[in-house]
């Protein structure tokens, strides 16, 4: 299973897609955007991201520089506000199996990639 959650409107999550495809894999491709997380999904996620919500939040976003930044939330209620508010989730995510990586720096994916 490879599964690539993806916005097609990010640079780097294209990026991170097409260097998925040209090594020859197919993955399954979710619009997250369109087709948000439930809690318990990105909850799941992020433990083989093995990475805290507030590591995947975009800090570039003005919905979080504006409304968020600075502002104490428990871990439920930042993947709360992720699932109600998927742009502010950094792309591509890439998963297989049991883990999963943030696939927006290519050296990173790579290694995850060829990594058995």
Not at 69 to 81: L, N, P, V
Not at 86 to 110: F, T
Request: net charge positive; with cysteine; aromatic share 6%.
């Amino acid at each position: 299973m490879l599964r690539v959650y993806h916005n097609p409107r990010c640079r780097k999550s294209r990026a991170g897609l097409e260097q998925v495809k040209s090594m020859g894999l197919e993955p399954e491709i979710v619009e997250y955007i369109k087709k948000p997380f439930t809690t318990d999904q990105l909850r799941k996620l992020l433990i083989k991201l093995n990475l805290k919500p507030t590591d995947i939040i975009r800090k570039q976003e003005e919905l979080y520089k504006k409304e968020l930044k600075g502002r104490k939330f428990t871990e439920e209620e930042w993947i709360k506000i992720l699932c109600d508010n998927p742009q502010l989730i950094r792309r591509p995510i890439v998963e297989v199996e049991y883990r999963a990586v943030i696939g927006d720096d290519p050296e990173v994916l790579q290694e995850f990639l060829t990594r058995k």
